[in-house]
């Protein structure tokens, strides 16, 4: 089991820009969260995706746009790229029927310049 | 408003003592409290966990401490290694939902 995978692993962007991250989940599992962490700060809850849906969201603008596909993969976007948006994106997953606990992956690293 | 506050912000112990981290919480609807240990460049991982029907949980060197009145709880890790040099987070979570509320990190460090 790979376990959740994110790709990429780094990224560089330019103030403005629009970025993609990717995430692959679990095994076995159908629900998956995004999470933005700043530097020396704690993750901060994006929003959840469950069933091809946004089923939960935190306090962030709609800039931030997500989906999820029939293979419960999931994508993030961000669009009109700021400097503060500069952080680790972490994807986490779980088995929504269990309320299991969440899995993370190793993040992507995204610097905007 | 940080719905979990932790401390210390962090912490240098000596190979072989018993670091405490510590959480509260104002939200009485949590159920569900989870620690992760987080290296540079990795994802948080998951060490223990606590529902608040318990007063203590261990797993390894790893316990759990809860207080349900004073809504708080901590990390106790016994005989600590260099190798637990790591950051730690608190976490909870509201019933029916996957999305955890963090603390703010704890940076240990384990001096051999």
């Known amino acids: 089991d790979a376990g959740v995978t994110q790709s990429p692993t780094h990224l560089i962007k330019t103030r403005g820009q629009q970025v993609t991250l990717r995430c692959s989940p679990k095994s076995g599992h159908d629900t998956v969260s995004w999470y933005q962490q700043a530097l020396g700060q704690g993750p901060q809850f994006i929003f959840q995706y469950y069933e091809e849906e946004e089923r939960q969201r935190g306090n962030f603008p709609d800039r931030f746009s997500g989906h999820q596909f029939p293979n419960y993969s999931s994508e993030l976007n961000v669009n009109a790229l700021l400097l503060g948006d500069s952080a680790l994106y972490l994807c986490a997953s779980s088995w929504d029927m269990g309320n299991t606990e969440a899995f993370f992956g190793q993040g992507t690293r995204l610097t905007v310049v | ?112």
């Open chain 2, 1 to 112: 408003q940080q719905q979990v506050k932790q401390s210390p912000q962090s912490l240098i112990v000596q190979k072989g003592g018993i670091p405490i981290i510590n959480c509260a919480y104002e939200n009485t609807a949590f159920d569900y409290f989870p620690w992760y240990q987080q290296f540079p460049g990795k994802g948080p991982a998951l060490l223990i966990a606590i529902r608040p029907d318990v007063s203590e949980k261990k797993e390894g060197r790893f316990t759990i401490s809860f207080n349900k009145s004073a809504k708080q709880f901590s990390l106790h890790i016994m005989d600590s290694q260099p190798g637990d040099s790591a950051t730690y987070f608190c976490a909870a979570r509201v019933p029916g939902a996957n999305n955890l509320f963090f603390g703010t990190g704890t940076r240990l460090t384990v001096i051999p």
